[in-house]
């Protein structure tokens, strides 16, 4: 049995022990996780960039984040004098909680995780859903209009991708008759749902990047237009919160998507083996994950915010109602389960495919050189 | 195939309908091939349908219960409301879909040649499928509702049809004047349907039957409400008086006229009629009225076909009045008599009609029959089909109008008196002669205008041969009230013992009717023959210098037209003017200057509430909540 | 204001229906400016429906210093004007002195002049793109890709003249001195490296759908217009206007190259901007071939050249092709070791003087990618 | 206007023979009175301010000219000959370029702009303003470019002084020129 | 256990806050959360009445999904409003939004 | 009893943070007292064993509503560092007047009727398949009603909040 199990079998005041203990548990794993996600994305951008990235604190570079960390604790703690007190201090908090909140309950094995909620997806996006609040204090807050410009873009971001987000998980929810997450994961025994539902990943993907603000779809934190946005007046141990919620929401959302679509601690033969083996699993498929985002963001440059609303109302948005509406007929009529990987999959073909056939006919541009025209009328 | 599945009947010309509307342009042959299968299998499946009815009949008890198959579905459930659909099918609708399935299939051939390079050509045969359809639907419908959507969708499509040529003025008037005044009548049925669920509580024909048979209605309301029903049939089947826009209608296309007389529209009316017969006999007066109609409408009808020129109208006017003959078999109970000869009718009619066509087509459009004649040579199948029809049309045996017409005078005598049976001898009289004079003068005798006769020439095999059809079906059609004829064809004892109201009612030939119609038709047919064919024409100029009152009131078709104008122009405005008046005065200068006049003192005293500013309005609002909280309170101690 | 008011207390007028756009100041320390420049942007949400650059940051007397300047003294500075591409601006002063003094200098010198120019209109273009891919938003990739190549060309300006950015290996009359032994292998081995380069930021940046829908119709001005505001370069190449300066007013050794000269798709949107560095920097290429191949033999600095140039009366207009566009100099001599005026005409200032006209109207992050397709460099800009 | 007495250079009679473009501008635009010289490489046209707006459309506007590129302004101090300006128009269409020297009289620096005719002209006449002091009439934003918004000096003046230049800042108002 | 009393006190509080809310402030983005206010205060009782008093306990939940779809139809409604407002007139204070009245 | 102590203190919070919400002189500082008094009723769901509809308000109030809220208080504020404005109208007696009218008369009703002490089985929540059972079937119209509702909101925004050409 695996040493820290869900549920409340502990009765009466040991229950509230329990929580905390595990709850404290998760927090320190996921700091740590963090800190050395920077270090790592670093690292990683770094390689594909054709540097080192950091090498000098530490062998490769490792205590880099250890370093990283103290400077940041050490730095002044700046507030600008036409920000509004409270809220600029209190946004980086609002900020972080809802990521602790969904750690709450995400299962990183087979019954190991703090609490099992029977809604436990929906609690996961309504509790993501809050930390935009937190964004937009910082960008009301500090005085600064690149803050302010940043927490408008942020808004408008969250709100146009939240539908797809949510929709394209409603989608799974509707295969798995399920809210539960760690009954999520058990359905995936046989095979992950990202087979069942290609398509309602593609968009879960791109509307969880929307989300993160990660590349391509940074541009609230624009840094080459807005110069960071609604962080920008931050400095040492808040900026760090803000860094901490970062990537902390990235891991979590990275430890959620593999339980949704990628079978979680379960797939492969997760549950034949043991907590250990379904622990690997679930940490190698979340590093995978957050390695495709680090990957992403590195090679795609930024959007523009009218192409963002329109790639998410134009193009996400009647897709995933699409996914919605076929998986309602294949669940109602009671369709063979293959169906739905044919349909699913021939629409996140058709996304992808598109996409990438656009950028693979183009011609080169070294050869669209235009003949040399004379100019008109010349007579020299 | 079964009977129970009689909707696909309908179905298949809706979804024809629909795949023509919306991209009929771009099918190949814009999709005129489609139109045809689509019907074509109507027709076909028709006949799987009949069959298995019949023999579903087979060894039943002659009772109507079991004539008939019912399909409910249910639809919606609000309340203890429940609104179903469904199809019926008994004898009298199962006439019905195989004339419309019938001339259908065959007006849509023949309008493959007939539009052949118009306009919109795809958009035509949408329509056309979309009107069939619509017929189909209100023939197999097992209530009033559907039937009433139906008689509806019929209406919208006929408009669609006559105006179809809407870059034509006249055409889109004539459009419009359809449409306009059958709409009076729709009203008037609607309300004659909601009447009858507000007495019943079900839109089902069969259940308003049967409560009204039972006497579960009051005499006096079901006589209102059928005679509601009856105005709609009226203005569907342009009974007198509202005859005017049929004539009118001939600005469609001449297919689309065909299929208005022949099969669709106009004998909607009579199917309906008939539909709820039972009904209508509970009240005997109500049958009174149908009749009365019925002779005024053939009368008036055949005095107008005298004095028109124009071939299409001329056709038109006889539909008419052919549609006064059915409505007094009805009025006379005798829905077996009426049905049989709306079949006949169907056939030759649109043999007729076709014909007609042909000659438009042939000659060019030219259908003034004064610039016709002597096209017989130029166009001989053409002439024989119509001389078939015509003999038809005049009731001269052995052709089907004949059988069909003789029915009815057998069943006039249910009136006492004779009368009825004279006035309808008169007005048989009065078919013959104009149907006589119409062929005599378009095909016979001496070209009255040259040029028109040598561009004369017979029209395509598409088009021929549909008339051919219809003429061999109007020869024979007749002697389906012969007993060995219909058990040839599955319903033994003839066409009137399959459609019947109470119970089957084996035909017997009695010769002494059979001889005084016959006597009547030839003696029409001669009389005009004499005249025409004779070149006496200048008797009917004479007539009409000796009277030119009459003859200048038949023209103008007995100034119903003008007397439908006036009646507009005159009540109408007059009334416009009365209101205005008191608008003017009254309403306006006490009443509204009044109560302008209060409004500004009194705002001059209020306006210092208005303050324009929202929280003053919402104070406004919670004082006044407050208040009440405070009064309830109070008043409830 | 009360709550009953008894006269007609506000009656709305033009004023009152006035609204507020946000400013937003863009610079001198901001990322999107490659220097210190600083535009104030008036934005309504996120449209600019103005724009006010301000320069001058970095302004340092170049022309007052060089007036006060021996001839061969101002060199130096004049390398620090298009500090991307030292060599080619180099190459324009010591034409202009060239010229005013009528100082014809060796074939051989010309021809590496003009490898120099070339190699240096690559490094400045590469820097162009791949900051640019930076500004569009990709993450630094776009430009460690374009800083490899333009580091492999600068460490062979330090191999020939011993310093990287600004190596003043021209002079009046020739070069400072010929090329290191074993030059040619190492500058086709460069042209192969930056061809590789080119593919590589190709594969990154044009075969990128986002990059693409990016740039693709943005800021769009037709050949006319550009004209009317003095763009040169790639700008009015972009419009699909073939002028340069090295084929139609041909200068130096170049009508004895074989080159094209690209315009993309004749849109003169940012994208083709964009594609005719590309394709200009593979032009680029060509012409070091050739110089490879026709180099000729002799002396690189004229023989008879005095120590102290001194000029009299004379004045004259060098115009070149310039990395970011016509860069020409403008010479006076009126006697003397010094010269009388010397006046930059440098295509950074002129471009960016339309860059109002091409901002408004887009997005600000648009605003960003547009100042980043002009291609500016501060230290030309403000002298 | 070669009747006036401050524009010494025009006041020789005009060369009877036109060296290059000078000719088929003296063709084009016979009405207006210029000096034509030749430059190392190029034609140089002298002419007053007041003729200026009048060539340079005349330049721009006439067929077989299209003088569509406004490349370069030059400003140069001439001490006692007062201040020049010396523009560079080019024409795409037709291939050649040409300089035209404008002449203003010392203690007159007022030149008409040309921003109605090309876009390019603002800031070369900004630069030009701010760096020798020349005043163009009709420009639309006529304010420093490169220096200060407040430092209303002019180093381009040959008088200015090289080093520890006494910079007068902060005065908005102060007529343009360097206290020397 | 907490009695039904409670809740319908608290939502009364938050109710009258409401009322005040609407009445007093002057920005209307205040007056639409004032009104937010009163509407959850609503949805309380709803939820409230039904935990205590309906035996199937469902009906207030229900109710109170429709009330925060109406909510959030309103927000979205009155946010473009203001919008819009602001726009046209630089302010979104009510007050001096008084040409209802000219 | 820790349920009582635990109500009693969200029940302050939320009293204060609506209280916050309705005094406070800063837009920003209401809107984040807003937050708070919603959060507060969504912990109340919570004790009224309505998870779900505690969810929903949290994903619906928090993430759609005050974000909406925000936004517009960032747009129609262009200058963050503006001045202070005078956050109350001349209204101010009314109201409190009005206020604590309403809110005595709504106490004094509650706490003086005697309701119905049913409060069985109220331990475990209400399945979410109930709620849909009841939301999609028994209250089927009303509910497509509400979606045209907000779809019909949703276009009218749409229209009223976009920039027209020329303006």
């Given at each position: 049995m695996s040493p820290l199990s869900f549920g409340n079998h502990i009765p009466g005041l040991w229950a509230w022990f329990d929580v905390v203990i595990r709850i404290a548990i998760v927090t320190l794993v996921m700091t740590v996780i963090v800190m050395y996600l920077t270090y790592g994305e670093r690292k990683f951008v770094a390689r594909v960039q054709q540097r080192l990235g950091?090498?000098?604190?530490?062998?490769?570079?490792?205590?880099q984040a250890i370093a990283d960390t103290f400077k940041l604790l050490t730095k002044e703690d700046l507030r600008p004098a036409q920000a509004d007190r409270w809220v600029f201090e209190l946004a980086p908090y609002v900020t972080f909680v809802p990521v602790l909140m969904v750690l709450?309950?995400?299962?990183?094995?087979?019954?190991?995780?703090?609490r099992n909620l029977s809604l436990g997806m929906f609690y996961v996006f309504a509790a993501l859903g809050l930390n935009i609040v937190g964004i937009l204090m910082a960008g009301l807050g500090s005085g600064n209009k690149y803050a302010l410009l940043g927490g408008l873009r942020a808004a408008a971001q969250m709100i146009s991708y939240e539908i797809p987000l949510v929709l394209s998980l409603i989608s799974v929810a509707m295969i798995a008759q399920t809210l539960d997450l760690n009954v999520i994961t058990e359905l995936?025994?046989?095979?992950?749902?990202i087979v069942l539902q290609p398509l309602a990943f593609v968009i879960f993907y791109t509307a969880m990047l929307s989300e993160l603000h990660?590349?391509?779809?940074?541009i609230p934190v624009a840094e080459s237009e807005i110069?960071?946005?609604?962080?920008?007046?931050y400095s040492g141990i808040r900026w760090s919160m803000f860094q901490l919620t970062e990537y902390g929401s990235m891991f979590a959302w990275s430890v959620f998507g593999s339980v949704v679509?990628?079978?979680?601690?379960?797939?492969?033969w997760g549950g034949d083996v043991g907590w250990g083996y379904q622990l690997f699993l679930t940490f190698l498929k979340s590093f995978i994950w957050i390695a495709s985002i680090l990957w992403v963001r590195a090679t795609v440059p930024r959007l523009r915010i009218d192409q963002l609303m329109a790639f998410s109302w134009k193009v996400l948005l009647p897709l995933v109602l699409l996914q919605f509406l076929m998986n309602g007929f294949i669940l109602v009529y009671g369709w063979p389960e293959e169906l739905l990987f044919a349909t699913s999959s021939i629409g996140a073909a058709g996304l992808i495919g598109f996409i990438v056939m656009r950028g693979l006919y183009r011609p080169k541009s070294p050869s669209l050189v235009g003949a040399y025209k004379q100019p008109q009328g010349s007579s020299a | 195939m079964g009977a129970d599945q009689a909707w696909i009947l309908v179905a298949l010309p809706a979804a024809a309908f629909v795949v023509l509307a919306l991209c009929g342009r771009w099918?190949?042959?814009?999709?005129d091939v489609l139109a045809v299968l689509a019907i074509g299998a109507s027709l076909v499946l028709y006949f799987f349908v009949l069959h298995d009815f019949l023999h579903q009949r087979?060894?039943?008890?002659?009772?109507h219960e079991y004539w008939s198959i019912a399909m409910h579905h249910t639809w919606s459930n609000v309340g203890n409301f429940n609104l179903n659909f469904g199809t019926y099918v008994d004898p009298l609708s199962a006439v019905m879909v195989g004339v419309v399935t019938i001339a259908g299939t065959l007006i849509t051939i023949f309008s493959i040649g007939y539009m052949k390079?118009?306009?919109?050509y795809w958009w035509f045969f949408a329509v056309l499928m979309g009107f069939i359809a619509a017929k189909l639907m209100l023939v197999l419908s097992d209530n009033l509702l559907l039937l009433y959507f139906a008689w509806e969708g019929v209406g919208v499509c006929s408009f669609l049809l006559i105006g179809f040529?809407?870059?034509k003025r006249s055409a889109a008037e004539a459009a419009k004047k359809a449409f306009i005044t059958t709409r009076i009548g729709d009203v008037g049925l609607l309300i004659g349907i909601i009447l009858l669920w507000k007495a019943t509580?079900?839109?089902n024909i069969q259940d308003i039957l049967t409560a009204a048979t039972t006497g579960q209605i009051g005499h006096v309301y079901l006589f209102v409400s059928l005679m509601f029903i009856f105005l709609g049939a009226m203005g569907k089947s342009a009974l007198?008086?509202?005859?005017?826009?049929l004539p009118d209608a001939?600005?469609?296309?001449t297919p689309v006229s065909a299929l208005i007389h022949?099969?669709?529209?106009?004998v909607a009316g009579v199917y309906l009629i008939a539909r709820l017969l039972p009904a209508f006999e509970v009240v005997p007066a109500s049958l009174l009225v149908v009749t009365i109609v019925g002779l005024v409408t053939a009368i008036l009808t055949g005095f107008m076909a005298l004095a028109t020129t124009d071939i299409k109208k001329v056709l038109a006017y006889s539909t008419i009045g052919q549609l006064g003959f059915m409505y007094i078999a009805l009025g006379c109970s005798h829905p077996d008599a009426a049905i049989m000869h709306l079949m006949t009718h169907a056939f030759f009619k649109s043999l007729l009609f076709l014909a007609a066509g042909s000659v438009i087509i042939g000659t060019h459009h030219n259908q003034d029959m004064k610039q016709l004649g002597g096209l017989w040579r130029k166009m001989p199948i053409t002439a024989v089909t119509f001389l078939i029809g015509s003999l038809a049309l005049a009731a001269?045996?052995?052709?089907?109008g004949f059988w069909s017409k003789d029915e009815i005078f057998h069943g006039t005598?249910?009136?006492?008196?004779g009368w009825v049976t004279f006035l309808l001898g008169f007005a048989a009289v009065l078919t013959a002669l104009y149907t006589t004079r119409l062929f005599v003068r378009t095909?016979?005798?001496?070209?009255?205008?040259q040029a028109v006769y040598d561009n004369a020439h017979e029209t395509g095999p598409v088009m021929v041969l549909p008339l051919i059809i219809l003429a061999l079906i109007t020869c024979v059609a007749?002697?389906?009230?012969f007993n060995g004829v219909g058990r040839a064809m599955g319903?033994?004892?003839?066409f009137t013992e399959f459609v019947f109201l109470h119970e089957p009612e084996r035909f017997v030939m009695n010769w002494s009717w059979a001889a005084a119609s016959a006597v009547i038709a030839f003696g029409g047919v001669f009389l005009a023959g004499w005249i025409y064919w004779g070149n006496r024409i200048t008797i009917s100029t004479r007539l009409a210098d000796w009277q030119p009152g009459v003859y200048n009131m038949l023209v103008n078709k007995f100034y119903f037209d003008d007397l439908y104008q006036a009646g507009i122009d005159r009540g109408l405005l007059g009334f416009s003017y009365v209101v205005s008046w008191f608008d003017r005065y009254v309403v306006n200068d006490t009443g509204v200057d009044g109560v302008a006049d209060t409004t500004r003192y009194s705002g001059s005293i209020l306006?210092?509430?208005?303050?324009?500013?929202v929280p003053a309005y919402a104070l406004g609002i919670a004082l006044g909540a407050v208040g009440l909280a405070i009064a309830g309170l109070v008043v409830r101690g | 204001m009360s709550i009953w008011p008894t006269e007609r207390e506000y009656i709305a007028g033009p004023e009152d229906f006035e609204t507020v756009d946000m400013t937003i100041n863009i610079g001198?320390?901001?990322?999107?400016?490659?220097?210190v420049f600083r535009m104030i942007l008036t934005v309504d949400g996120e449209r600019v429906v103005d724009c006010e650059p301000f320069i001058?940051?970095?302004?340092?007397?170049l022309e007052k210093l060089t007036e006060n300047a021996d001839y061969r003294q101002a060199m130096g500075w004049w390398d620090r004007t298009d500090y991307l591409a030292g060599m080619s601006c180099e190459m324009a002063y010591c034409m202009a002195v060239e010229k005013l003094a009528g100082i014809q200098i060796p074939e051989r010198a010309e021809y590496i002049r003009v490898m120099m120019a070339e190699l240096s209109r690559i490094a400045s273009h590469f820097i162009a793109i791949g900051s640019f891919g930076q500004d569009v938003g990709s993450f630094g990739t776009s430009f460690t890709y374009a800083w490899r190549e333009r580091e492999r060309i600068y460490d062979f300006f330090e191999e020939v003249?011993?310093?990287?950015?600004?190596?003043?290996?021209?002079?009046?009359?020739?070069?400072q001195m010929d090329l290191p032994e074993n030059y040619e292998p190492r500058v086709r081995w460069l042209i192969n490296s930056i061809r590789q380069g080119i593919d590589d930021l190709d594969g990154l940046l044009t075969g990128n759908e986002i990059f693409v829908e990016r740039c693709r119709g943005l800021s769009e001005i037709n050949t006319e217009r550009a004209i009317n505001l003095g763009l040169t370069g790639p700008m009015i190449r972009a419009t699909g206007y073939a002028w340069d300066i090295r084929k139609?007013?041909?200068?130096?050794?170049?009508?004895?190259f074989d080159f094209e000269i690209p315009t993309g798709?004749?849109?003169?949107d940012v994208l083709d901007r964009y594609l005719v560095r590309m394709a200009e920097m593979y032009q680029s290429t060509r012409i070091v071939e050739q110089c490879l191949d026709k180099l000729p033999g002799g002396?690189?600095?004229?023989?008879?050249?005095?120590?102290t140039i001194r000029i009299d009366d004379a004045e004259c207009y060098i115009r070149t092709e310039g990395t970011k566009g016509e860069y020409s100099v403008y010479g006076m001599a009126r006697?003397?070791?010094?010269?009388?005026r010397m006046k930059l005409r440098s295509p950074s200032f002129c471009n960016l003087s339309a860059l109002k006209e091409l901002v408004v109207g887009h997005y600000v992050a648009d605003a960003v990618i547009i100042l980043g397709s002009l291609d500016i460099v501060l230290g030309e800009v403000d002298k | 206007m070669s009747q006036e007495p401050q524009s010494p250079a025009v006041?020789?009679?005009?060369?009877?023979q036109y060296p290059g473009i000078a000719a088929l501008i003296h063709k084009k635009l016979p009405s207006i009175p210029f000096v034509a010289t030749e430059t190392k490489d190029n034609v140089d046209l002298r002419i007053g301010p007041e003729n200026l707006l009048e060539l340079a459309r005349g330049l721009k506007e006439t067929p077989g000219l299209?003088?569509?590129?406004?490349n370069n302004l030059t400003a140069i101090d001439m001490q006692e000959e007062g201040l020049y300006a010396k523009y560079f128009f080019a024409s795409y269409k037709q291939h050649h370029d040409v300089q035209v020297t404008v002449v203003t009289p010392p203690g007159e620096p007022n030149i008409p702009s040309l921003t109605g005719l090309w876009g390019a002209a603002n800031w070369h006449e900004r630069e030009a303003y701010e760096m020798v002091g020349l005043v163009f009439d009709g420009h639309p934003d006529l304010k420093n470019l490169l220096l200060d918004?407040?430092?209303?000096?002019?180093?381009?003046?040959?008088?200015?002084?090289?080093?520890?230049a006494e910079i007068v800042q902060g005065i908005e108002d102060a007529t343009p020129g360097f206290k020397f | 256990m907490v009695p039904l009393e409670n809740y319908l006190v608290l939502s009364a509080i938050m109710f009258s806050l409401g009322v005040y809310g609407v009445l007093t402030r002057r920005n209307a983005v205040l007056i639409l959360m004032s009104v937010e206010l009163m509407l959850n205060a609503v949805s309380l009782n709803f939820v409230a009445f039904a935990s205590y008093l309906?035996?199937?306990?469902?009906i207030g939940a229900v109710f109170a999904v429709f009330v925060i779809t109406v909510a959030a139809a309103e927000v979205g409604l009155a946010l473009a409003i203001i919008i819009r407002l602001y726009r046209n007139r630089?302010?979104?204070?009510v007050d001096e939004v008084a040409t209802l009245k000219w | 009893m820790a349920t009582e102590v635990l109500w009693w203190i969200f029940a302050i919070i939320t009293v204060a943070a609506t209280a916050g919400t309705v005094f406070s002189k800063s837009v920003i500082h209401s809107a984040i007292f807003l937050i708070g008094s919603l959060a507060g009723v969504g912990v109340m769901y919570v004790f009224l064993v309505v998870d779900f509809l505690a969810l929903v308000q949290f994903l619906i109030y928090g993430g759609a509503v005050t974000v909406l809220i925000l936004l517009a208080l960032m747009v129609t504020r262009?200058?963050?560092?503006g001045r202070p404005e005078?956050?109350?109208?001349?209204q101010k007696p009314f109201g409190v007047v009005v206020g604590g009218a309403i809110m005595a008369i709504l106490i004094g009703v509650a706490v003086s009727t005697s309701w119905p002490?049913?409060?069985?089985?109220?331990a475990h929540g209400i399945p979410i398949d109930t709620i849909s059972q009841k939301l999609f079937i028994d209250f089927g119209p009303p509910f497509v009603i509400a979606s045209a509702l907000l779809l019909v909101a949703l276009i009218g925004a749409i229209i009223l909040a976009r920039h027209e050409e020329g303006e």
């Open positions: 950091p090498m000098r604190t530490g062998p490769w570079g490792l205590f709450v309950t995400l299962p990183f094995a087979k019954d190991w995780g703090v995936q025994h046989r095979r992950p749902f990660r590349a391509p779809f940074d110069v960071g946005g609604f962080f920008i007046e679509f990628l079978g979680g601690w379960e797939w492969p | 099918l190949p042959r814009q999709g087979d060894g039943l008890v002659n009772s390079g118009e306009v919109r040529y809407w870059e509580g079900t839109f007198f008086p509202f005859h005017v826009w001939m600005e469609g296309p022949a099969a669709t529209m106009v001269v045996p052995p052709f089907s005598t249910a009136w006492n008196g095909f016979l005798g001496k070209p009255q205008d007749g002697f389906t009230v319903f033994p004892g003839g306006k210092y509430v208005q303050t324009g500013k | 001198p320390a901001h990322p999107a400016t490659h220097g001058g940051y970095l302004h340092r007397g003249a011993g310093d990287r950015m600004f190596p003043t290996y021209l002079r009046p009359g020739g070069l139609d007013v041909p200068y130096s050794v170049y009508d004895q798709f004749g849109t003169g002396l690189v600095l004229h023989p008879d050249l005095p120590k006697g003397g070791n010094k010269p009388y | 006041e020789e009679t005009p060369a009877p299209d003088f569509d590129f406004f918004e407040d430092l209303h000096i002019h180093p381009l003046l040959k008088a200015h002084p090289l080093v520890k | 309906d035996p199937s306990k469902i630089s302010t979104a204070n | 262009a200058d963050p560092t005078d956050t109350d109208g001349p002490n049913d409060v069985s089985d109220k």
